[in-house]
């Protein structure tokens, strides 16, 4: 029985891997021209934590209940908690594949922590708190990696208190030392199925962005920055070429992301936007910006509240479902179409008009989990322009910064997906992030259980 081997690599854009740097990719051109490619749709919204659970559960957002890095308990104002695995109600791949007496292992996957056991190998991932904790499963697993590295880390922290230079040598860093940590895995514990995933990739994508895309508005094709993304890539390249040679011939070998990168023209304030509306009401003017605390609302007058930086989640304020609602559940359809046609015709800085998606519950996010899901989503300009909603005061409706920063970039809708399985050949053109549990299970011999919708990737189609 052949084995599977998975490696994500976080926020990847396949318009550079799959095309214009690949002729300098030589591992990933190898995999290409022995096996299948094709661009990879993200979740809803496409966020590390949600795409990566929905690549490993084969479920969307309306079954997972996850649709940011936060959510509130029982409709709550106040009691809202950063997500973590205890959110994560689905089984993943190496959950099922363990029950199937497969030996497999995790490492380093989003959103994998605390560490739910089972009988295989797990290094949680991003949004493990930090390396204090039982991060392992075996729990003395973690005392091997403590021997193997002086400092190892699951992740660093955020790009946006580092200098361009410090980001390019704490992604190295972190990256090298990730590789080195599956490159021990492979070669020391046995497995049949390898789902690894690096995560520095975001955040060079994320600061040298506008670097690279000609389209950017801060492009400067003279930049000392210019390489930095292409050359992060092809170091990835070889620490792939060095993982692969491990591997047997007959393993089947997936490469993909979770989702892809994509310039941000600027931001739309959507908190100022509710409160010019007056769909948002604070108890008290502001004078001067101000961040947006939960507590300045005056909820017994709101209508609409919103979160997101990159994609806008709209939330209303229902009358019998939050304790303070107002909108009237007989209103509720006319109140989100009201909102959504609104919404559309919010133009860019410049007056042009966007071409901005909206998702709403009752329409986009069917599944166990509806009830608890956004009522509204948007992607103002397809996600090119971001979202604002923590910084309200703002001169206009447009800015690039949140309380927390500002981006050059934010994710796109589609990431890479490679497969060499002996079968597949050629450009498959596109595929669902739920295709992929599926077609893993598929490759590892294992029924697929009924409530996983996603499709097998077989014979160069998506059945």
């Not at 390396?131 to 075996?138: D, F, G, S």
């Not at 980001?167 to 020391?188: C, H, P, R, W």
Request: hydrophobic letters at 35%.
């Amino acid at each position: 029985m052949s084995k599977v081997f998975v490696l994500g690599i976080d926020c990847t854009p396949f318009e550079y891997i799959l095309e214009a740097w690949l002729d300098e990719l030589p591992n990933l051109k190898k995999l290409i021209k022995e096996g299948c490619y094709a661009k990879l749709n993200s979740s809803i919204p496409p966020l590390t934590g949600i795409a990566w659970t929905s690549i490993t559960t084969g479920k969307k957002s309306g079954d997972l209940g996850i649709f940011e890095y936060i959510y509130r308990k029982n409709y709550s104002y106040d009691d809202i908690h950063i997500i973590t695995a205890k959110n994560i109600k689905e089984k993943t791949i190496w959950q099922i594949a363990s029950e199937h007496g497969k030996k497999a292992i995790s490492c380093l996957v989003p959103l994998t922590w605390p560490i739910k056991p089972f009988n295989g190998i797990c290094i949680s991932g991003c949004l493990t708190p930090n390396t204090e904790v039982n991060y392992t499963w075996p729990r003395e697993l973690k005392q091997e990696i403590n021997a193997l590295f002086d400092n190892f880390l699951i992740d660093s922290l955020d790009f946006r208190d580092f200098s361009k230079e410090k980001i390019i040598q704490t992604a190295y860093e972190v990256t090298e030392m990730q590789f080195n940590l599956m490159e021990y895995l492979l070669k020391n514990k046995e497995w049949d199925f390898f789902f690894g995933v690096i995560v520095k990739s975001d955040s060079i994508n994320h600061n040298f962005w506008k670097f690279v895309d000609k389209k950017h508005r801060e492009y400067n094709p003279n930049s000392e920055f210019k390489d930095v993304m292409k050359n992060y890539y092809k170091f990835i390249d070889k620490k792939i070429g060095e993982l692969l040679k491990l591997l047997d011939e007959d393993t089947k070998i997936i490469i993909l992301s979770d989702h892809g990168i994509t310039r941000m023209h600027n931001r739309i304030n959507l908190s100022d936007w509710l409160i010019k509306n007056k769909y948002l009401v604070l108890k008290e003017p502001i004078k001067e910006k101000t961040k947006l605390e939960l507590n300045m609302i005056d909820w017994e007058k709101t209508k609409a509240w919103a979160i997101g930086a990159y994609e806008g989640q709209i939330f209303v304020n229902l009358k019998d479902r939050e304790s303070k609602g107002v909108v009237d559940k007989e209103e509720y359809d006319v109140f989100v179409k009201e909102l959504e046609e609104k919404l559309k015709n919010i133009t860019g800085d410049k007056g042009e008009k966007l071409d901005t998606k909206i998702f709403t519950k009752k329409r986009d996010f069917l599944g166990k989990c509806q009830n608890i899901a956004p009522d509204i989503i948007i992607y103002f300009d397809d996600l090119q322009y971001g979202c604002n909603t923590s910084l309200i005061g703002n001169e206009t409706l447009w800015s690039p910064q949140t309380a927390l920063g500002s981006d050059d970039a934010g994710h796109s809708r589609q990431g890479m997906f490679i497969m060499k399985d002996g079968k597949n050949k050629g450009d498959i053109h596109e595929i669902d992030a739920i295709d992929i549990a599926p077609t893993i299970l598929n490759l590892l011999k294992i029924p697929i259980p009924k409530d996983i919708i996603g499709k097998i990737i077989e014979n160069g189609n998506v059945l």
